[in-house]
Structure formats: C-alpha cells, structure tokens
C-alpha cells in the first residue's frame, strides 16, 4: 500500500508488480503521487506548507493583549457605593447587638454566682458564729462535781479561734455586699437586653442605619459598662457612698441624633400638619410631670437610698465588732478576776453578731439600697428626656414625635397618655411638685 498525505490524512495505495522468477509477487509501498503521475492520473495541486503552531500562538496571544489594553477602565457607580456603605452600617449594628447579647449572659451568670455568694456566706457565717458561742458556754459547763469541764481548754480555744475567723468573713462580706452586687448584675442583664431588642428594632424599621446611630449604640453600651462594672476588686461601685446619686447608665442625650419614626413614614406621623404638634398645651402638660418627678419620685428614692445606706453602714460595723468582742471574751474565759464575764460576752457577742449578720445580709439591705439608686435614675432619665425636649433652642422639628413621646412616658409611669394633661396645672411657678397627690409614676 502506498501513503498519501493531504494535511492529516493518510492514503495507501497499493503496488502489485508482475510476476517474476519463481513465479511470485512482490508488494512495495511508494509515493501515491508519483504512482498516479507515471499512469496519467489524477495530478494533485501542490499543498502548502503546515502552520506553525508556535507562530499561531503568539499570534493569539497578542491579540488578546490588545484587546485588553484597548479595554476602556470600568467604575462603580455611587448608588453601589452608597448601597456598600450602608451595609456596612448594617453589619456594624448586628455587631453591636451581639455585644450587648454577650454582655447580658455575662452579667446574669455573675449574678447568679453572685446570688449563691450571699445566701451561702449568710448560712456559713452564722453556723460558724452559734458553734462558737455553743462551744463558749460548755467551756464552763462542770461535769461529777469537778469546778470545770475536762474539756475546757479545748472548747475555749476552739471557741476563740472561730470568732476570729468569722470577724475576718464578716468584714470582707459586709465590704463587698453580695446581695447588692447580684441586684447591679440584675439591672445590668435587663438593661443590655432592652439595647439588644432596641438595636433590633431600629435594624427593623430604618433600612439604612446612619452613621450616628452606630455611634450612639457604642456610647449606650460603654456607658452601660461604667454603670455597671464586672470586676468585684478593684473597679467595684462604692458600697457606702457619703452622699446617693442616682444611677446613670445612658450617655448624654442629643435629640438630633435620634429618630423615633422611619424615613418612608415621616410624611405619615411625623411632626407635621396632619398630626398632632408640640403646642403650649402639651408643653404645660410636660413641664409639671417634670416638676412631679424631680421633686417627688426622684427625691423619694434619693432619700430612702441615703437612709438605707446609713443602716447598712451601721450593721455592716456592728457584726464584725461584737464578733470581734467575743472573740476577746471567748480568750479571757477561765480568768479569776473577771469572773463570768468573758463567758458572758462570748455567748452574747456571738448571738447578736449572728442576729445582725442576718438582719443585714438576710434581708438584702444592700439589694433594697441599689434598687432605691436605680428607680431614682430611671425617674432622672424620664426628666432628662422630658427637658432635652422643651428646650427652646431645639427646632420644633427636631423634637420627637409627641404623640410617641406621650405614649412612651405614659406607659413608662403607668399611666393613660389622657393622665399626663393632669400636670399641667403644677407647671405654675407658684405651685410645688410635692403638693401633688400621689407620685407621677404608678409602677413602683
């Protein structure tokens, strides 16, 4: 057969030649071309030579580049800019949620701990301070006749031993007040949960979040670290304050920072005709709740938190002293020229320390004082958010929505929003807050 080759096909052809000696036939493979020629055949064009593959590469190659290179630079437009920006924002605000999130578990797991700290420091205490009392009293007790008991240096020293350890645990529990750090951890859950479903809402609401409202979701939840700190030493709140301010755990407020209604629904119930304005009416109206809740509610918690404070400092001295004085009398048992005495203040010392222990930690003297120190701050929000409204530098559009904000403080006092037009008449100069019956808030 013989081969032929157009481009990448093969063609064989077959050679026979004649028979020859010894009557054989021989095959032989030769050009096609040349086969068909020499018959006066087919005569075939002349083929090109094949393409190179490299050149053709480059060639590809090159043209691509140009077509690049002569590419015209694409932008992004701003509505992509803008939609980029905003949410980031978006992102930055559930963020900021899942902070307050992490802080509300933080501050109810140390609460609870905080909580098992009081109730078992108060049982451990007083079992301590009656067992020693107990053993002071049988120091003395004669058995058969004898003048004392056989065991009476044991007892004694037992006895002295365990009212100078109870001194120590009364003193360090009576400084750091368990019961009032629960009630801190407490507020501080509630608080950081309510700013959890607040930055919810407003991701809810407003479709674009602002720049300022990241900015006032940090400042809330650093002001409520500040309020509410969790280290126990150092950095805890002074547990006896000369003088209680009400708590404060908001930053301060800036009315054109803040929105109480959607963009797409300020035309509906936003500060305008339609609806209802802020008007002499209603101005009168919040001037005398402000005047009501500063000198009545506000006033009202400030004072009996000042009065708890001087009875929690009281028996937060006197258990460790007479737990201290009996472990004096507890030392002097068995001493001739005192007599009875030492075991007299033994027994009594240990008795009453355990009663006050209990009066004072049994009662939770130090939760009432915390919760008296945040009702006064939740009346002082209410008034500040009332005066930052009534400014007269503040642009009537710039105010909050009134019939909100009346339903906001409505509810908040338990109240009917129809109540609140009832002080309008203690906004008179002439007229005190405290000639108000009752108090502006019916919660607590």
């Known amino acids: 057969m013989a081969t032929l080759q157009t481009q990448n096909i093969l063609i064989l052809a077959p050679k026979i030649a004649p028979k020859q000696n010894g009557g054989m036939y021989k095959a032989s493979l030769q050009n096609p071309v040349n086969y068909l020629q020499n018959r006066g055949g087919l005569s075939l064009p002349k083929l090109q030579n094949m393409i190179n593959m490299e050149e053709l590469r480059m060639r590809k ?51 609870e701990q905080r909580n098992n700290w009081n109730s078992l420091l108060l049982n451990s205490i007083n079992s301590i301070t009656l067992t020693a009392s107990i053993m002071a009293g049988l120091s003395t007790i004669s058995i058969g006749g004898d003048q004392g008991s056989p065991h009476f240096l044991a007892f004694k020293l037992s006895s002295a ?57 940090i400042e809330k939840v650093l002001a409520l670290d500040k309020a509410y700190p969790l280290p126990l030493l150092p950095g805890m709140l002074e547990k006896f304050p000369k003088k209680l301010e009400p708590t404060v755990w908001w930053p301060k407020l800036q009315l054109p920072k803040r929105r109480v209604v959607p963009r797409n629904m300020t035309n ?33 918690y400030v004072w009996f938190g000042n009065l708890f404070v001087k009875i929690n400092k009281c028996l937060a001295i006197s258990g460790p002293s007479l737990a201290g004085l009996a472990a004096v009398g507890a030392g002097l048992i ?7 005495w030492p075991v007299l203040l033994a027994v009594m010392g240990g008795v009453l320390a355990t009663a006050i222990n209990t009066l004072e930690h049994g009662f939770q003297i ?79």
């Open 61 to 111: 190659t090159s043209s691509s580049s140009s077509t690049i290179t002569n590419k015209p630079p694409q932008t992004m437009p701003a509505t992509a800019i803008d939609d980029k920006g905003a949410d980031l924002l978006v992102v930055k605000l559930h963020m900021i949620a899942e902070v307050a999130a992490d802080r509300a578990e933080m501050h109810a797991i140390i609460g």
């Open 334 to 340: 068995g001493t001739p020229a005192l007599g009875q």
């Open 366 to 444: 130090g939760m009432l004082l915390e919760m008296f120190r945040n009702c006064a701050g939740f009346y002082k929000k209410l008034r500040e958010e009332i005066e930052l409204n009534l400014e007269e530098s503040i642009e009537m559009e710039k105010r909050e929505n009134v019939e909100l904000f009346e339903m906001q403080m409505a509810l908040q006092l338990g109240r009917r929003v129809s109540e609140l037009k009832d002080f309008a008449s203690y906004a008179s100069p002439s007229v005190k807050g405290d000639e108000f019956q009752g108090f502006a808030g019916k919660l607590f």
């Open 161 to 217: 031993v365990l009212y100078t350890a109870v001194t120590g645990m009364m003193f360090l529990v009576n400084k750091i007040q368990p019961s009032q750090l629960a009630e801190e951890q407490r507020n501080a859950t509630r608080l950081f949960k309510q700013l959890e479903r607040s930055l919810r809402t407003t991701l809810e609401l407003y479709s674009t979040p602002t720049e300022m409202d990241v900015e006032e979701a």
């Open 268 to 300: 509906s119930i936003g500060n305008n005709e339609k609806s209802i304005r802020w008007n002499e009416e209603v101005e009168e109206g919040m001037r005398g709740l402000l005047k009501v809740l500063k000198e009545k509610d506000e006033d009202q």
